[in-house]
Every structure is written in structure tokens, then in C-alpha cells.
């Protein structure tokens, strides 16, 4: 069974640091895709940033209002995406959740973690 996990959320202030991590189990694709996603409250969930493996070949994408902020790679020490936020800004606050898909690109995706709680606020 295809399990994600997700850690790292912390409370950080303005201008900080955090690093994410998704570790996902319970499957050997060639060709997959992991994609980070955040919501708040009243708000529709956000695609943050999308990490495809395509037989070999990584790819990835941020989303334009991380751009330059955060980056996503992958961790092939312990199956994970990592999810790296640089210059955190209150605006940032939210639950962060990533999410497993066989295709090679994020779009709907097939499985979700729980989340991960990241608020940043002085």
C-alpha cells in the first residue's frame, strides 16, 4: 500500500527556514510524479512545487509565488521529496501536503498525506 508521510512543519519567523520531507513507500514506478501542496483556511489548495521521475530523468517545477524561495528535489537515500522554503513570509502559513501520482506530470493526483503544519509568524 502507497503511504506518504510528510514532517518538518515548525513555526519560523519571517526571513527563515524549512526544510519538508515527503517519504514515500509502498511502490516501485519508473515514472512518477510527487507534488507539494498547500491550503489555509477559506482558501483553494495551491500546487507549490512538482517533482517527476521519468525513467531516470528528474524533472521539476515551483510554482511562481515560490519561485526563487523554495526548490523541491529528491532524496534517494530514504525515498523522499524534499521540499526546501527559503525566505519564509507569513503569507506562506498553511498546512502543506504532498501527493503521489503514476503520471508525469502533477495534475489529480491518486494518493495524499496528512500534512504538515508550517507557520511562520514573529
Known amino acids: 500500500q502507497l503511504q506518504l508521510v510528510e514532517s518538518g512543519g515548525d513555526l519560523v519567523r519571517p526571513g527563515g527556514s524549512l526544510k519538508l520531507s515527503c517519504v514515500a513507500s509502498g511502490f516501485s514506478l519508473v515514472t512518477y510524479s510527487i507534488g507539494w501542496y498547500r491550503q489555509t483556511p477559506g482558501k483553494d489548495r495551491e500546487g507549490v512545487a512538482c517533482?517527476?521521475?521519468?525513467?531516470?530523468?528528474?524533472?521539476?517545477n515551483v510554482a511562481d509565488s515560490v519561485k526563487g524561495r523554495f526548490t523541491i528535489s529528491r532524496d534517494r537515500g530514504n525515498n523522499s521529496v524534499v521540499l526546501q522554503m527559503n525566505s519564509l513570509k507569513p503569507e506562506d502559513t498553511a498546512i502543506y501536503s504532498c501527493?503521489?501520482?503514476?503520471?508525469?506530470?502533477?495534475?489529480?493526483?491518486?494518493?495524499w498525506g496528512k500534512g504538515t503544519r508550517v507557520t511562520v509568524s514573529s
Open positions: 517533482l517527476t521521475l521519468n525513467d531516470g530523468i528528474t524533472i521539476t
Open positions: 501527493a503521489f501520482t503514476r503520471k508525469h506530470y502533477c495534475g489529480t493526483m491518486d494518493y
